[in-house]
């Protein structure tokens, strides 16, 4: 009895041993087979980071000329003014990004004779969503200017639009920065649904990766990393920017 049960016992522990050292080959092989397409791939999604910064920087920059004139209207603009500019933030935030990329990319554009890349119109559809978000920004920063600066402005001679322009939207500006670094933030997350048009930008990039290697769950883990240093390095860059522009008595 007492031998059947070690004989038991050894083939318990043979079997338990070839299973683990089954399973730690299968370890070393996924790890191998991980750093293999870590070493071959990063470099190709790395590339797409200069993408991601340019859709991010031009759709910025875009919805800030679009967002500044219509912050004004919302502000100082008669109530028809004000009504047109709702129902452009409205549509904007309102419709979903991939079905506004889709809209201008295969429908409106082509509709008007215009043959723009996938490029430009992710920069375009971006620059129009951030141009309604950042209209709500600049608008509750020049309400938060004291209405005694344009009497002030206008007791020295001057006239409205030359006292929101020189007066109020320089300080306005400046108390923006703080709700900017959030546009930010959210407009380079919403550049990776940019790849849907074929724009190379990093989540493109992983996925072609993926796609061709089967190794999905180290490439995707590295875009994510890689969106989380962009937006934590812009961030930290506007908060430095916002503390050397921030006025006096204000947050």
Not at 62 to 82: D, H, S, T
Not at 127 to 154: H, K, N, T
Request: hydrophobic letters at 55%; charged letters at 15%; aromatic letters at 12%.
């Amino acid at each position: 009895m007492l031998s059947v049960t070690a004989r038991s016992l050894q083939r318990f522990n043979t079997k338990r041993a070839l299973k683990t050292a089954r399973a730690h080959g299968w370890w070393v092989r996924k790890t191998m087979d991980f750093i293999a397409v870590l070493k071959e791939g990063l470099p190709y999604v790395f590339k797409g980071t200069w993408v991601t910064l340019v859709v991010v920087a031009g759709a910025l920059s875009f919805g800030l000329a679009i967002g500044l004139p219509l912050a004004v209207g919302l502000v100082y603009g008669p109530k028809w003014l004000r009504r047109i500019i709702g129902i452009y933030v409205w549509f904007f935030r309102g419709v979903p990004l991939l079905v506004l990329l889709f809209l201008f990319y295969f429908g409106i554009f082509p509709f008007l004779g215009l043959d723009l890349s996938a490029f430009a119109v992710a920069v375009i559809v971006l620059g129009c969503i951030s141009g309604a978000y950042q209209s709500q920004i600049l608008r509750g920063a020049i309400l938060s200017i004291p209405e005694g600066q344009m009497q002030a402005a206008r007791a020295v001679g001057m006239s409205d639009l030359q006292a929101v322009v020189f007066i109020v939207l320089p300080q306005a500006l400046r108390l923006a920065v703080p709700g900017w670094s959030n546009e930010y933030a959210i407009l380079l997350k919403d550049s990776a649904v940019t790849y849907a048009l074929g724009v190379a930008e990093i989540m493109a990039r992983a996925h072609h990766v993926a796609s061709r290697t089967y190794q999905h769950l180290p490439i995707y883990i590295s875009a994510g990393l890689l969106f989380m240093l962009l937006t934590f390095a812009g961030t930290r860059l506007l908060g430095a920017v916002h503390k050397r522009v921030r006025m006096k008595g204000y947050v």
